[in-house]
């Protein structure tokens, strides 16, 4: 028995999730060893439902049925419906049947030959669709190229989403002790075109048939539903949870290194990006599992670096900082100058981050 401190919210705002159990009708996902992807993920998601239900949340699922939904109706829906996050559920496979594990992915643009054969993977259902070449532009899913060509459309969400599946997947670590191979960043459709903090959640590998098992049982699907809920949960109350936004140093610790600093970046103190002005801009460069030392030598001459921790296990690097929205996008021009080309800007608060499009207003 897991348990989790789930108590009620008392936010009168209702708080919207998009539940998307991945797959469907005549696309099954993965199956191995009787283990089929579209059923565990169905009923996985159904799961889920009760437990944000009870926290007045609003669930609205893609589908509820084994029923075939277009892989671009399905962000669709969530923009429509004006929701607060985008949950996407699924199962993995690969041929071999040892590796296993739990990964949550956001939205990104990667090289990473592993990360891209789960793209294609995920990508693959818009061959089944009726005029996919006119719905989604070109967009080839078995070609690799295409896949890292693909656009980010929601930068201001990418920080949020990073947050969530940190949480996520902390959860399923620590409290289910699942092993978990980390949060990663891809290019896959359905994140990229909802308007939202979105994730796909790979539950574990099917092809792994003691995992398979887990995950195929009433038991796995309530545990693992029960680690999503009270994740979003508390992504909800550091968001949405009170009039103020709430302390952040629970989730992440914040560290800033000069051109001229060395080793010592890593001590034990903390510097909180709380400021005696509205809204901090600054420029977000790169994000991973690793934790690099804080040295100008390790992010291309880059002086003035900030590092970002959620849960101590995805480090988000951070150039400048300043309350000058056009001085963010000089800073923003100088870091692809240095040929970190995905980098954005990102906004905050009160030392809490922000959609950009909300600073500005």
Known sequence: MHCYAISFSQSNTKFTVILDAGHGGKDPGNS???????EIA???A??????????????????KTDVFIELADRPKKANSSHANLFISIHCNSVKNPVPFGTETFVMGLTRSKGNLE??????????LEKNYKQTYKGFDPKNPETLIGLKMMQEDYLDRSIVLASKIESNFKN????KSRGIKQTPLWVLDAASMPSVLIELGFLSNREEGTYLNTNSGQEAMAKAIAAAIIDYKKEYFGSSSYTDTKKNDEIKSVKTNTDSANFSKSKK????NVDVVFKVQFAAGNQKIPLKSSNFKGLSNVEVRTSNGTFFKYS?????????AKKDLGMVKSKGYSSAYIIAFKDGKNIPVKEALK
């Open 319 to 327: 150039y400048g900082e300043t309350s000058n929205f056009a001085e």
């Open 42 to 44: 169905l009923k996985t």
């Open 32 to 38: 191995y060893h009787g283990f089929v992807e579209k």
């Open 272 to 275: 909180s990006v709380n400021k």
């Open 46 to 63: 159904l799961k889920l439902e009760k437990f944000l239900i009870k926290e007045n949340i609003k669930v609205i699922h893609t589908r």
């Open 175 to 178: 409290d289910l002790k699942r």
């Open 118 to 127: 789960i793209a294609k993977q995920e990508n693959s259902v818009i061959l």
